[in-house]
């Protein structure tokens, strides 16, 4: 009797070995679809950078990054005049508060801090000294690259792949 419990016991922890593996598995890959250019592909020729991007999933561009030496997610955004932090990682990124101002956001009018990037990078490409602001409205961890960023470089999509190259 007590040869079958712990044969049940055993049964039931591999079980919940199995499925942990299995979620480990799967997060693993949900994030890759989220993010594909979690390494971003770099190339250099007479000068110049170049960063390609693959489309994730959704047909948009994410892309894992730098500022100020940390890493951040970015969420390439053309629509977007100014790259937008979410306020909650201003002090983890060593970006400081300047004035106030207020913003016509996708969902509305939201009052932001102006703020000044040191450095911004995305694969081998550098971008310095790049205006931003400071979003309390974004929950979430990703960055919106916006124009302030994307307007320092040369872009060009091909099918599924966006081309960043600095100017």
Do not use: C
Not at 83 to 104: D, I, T
Request: aromatic residues 6%.
């Amino acid at each position: 009797m007590q040869q079958k419990k712990m044969g049940k016991g055993m049964l039931i922890v591999a079980w919940i070995i199995g499925l942990g593996l299995l979620t480990l598995l799967f997060d693993d890959q949900l994030a890759k679809q989220f993010n594909p250019n979690a390494e971003p592909i770099s190339s250099s020729s007479q000068g110049v950078q170049e960063v390609r991007l693959k489309q994730n999933r959704a047909g948009h561009y994410v892309s894992s990054g730098l500022i100020n030496g940390q890493p951040v997610v970015f969420l390439l955004d053309t629509g977007a005049t100014h790259v937008s932090v979410p306020m909650h990682l201003a002090e983890q990124l060593n970006l400081q508060k300047g004035s106030s101002s207020w913003v016509q956001t996708a969902n509305g009018r939201v009052q932001v801090a102006q703020t000044n990037i040191q450095q911004l990078s995305i694969g081998d490409i550098r971008l310095d000294n790049v205006r931003a602001n400071l979003n309390p409205g974004f929950k979430d961890n990703e960055i919106l690259l916006g124009m302030s960023a994307l307007k320092q470089l040369e872009f060009t999509q091909r099918g599924e792949w966006l081309i960043l190259r600095n100017l």
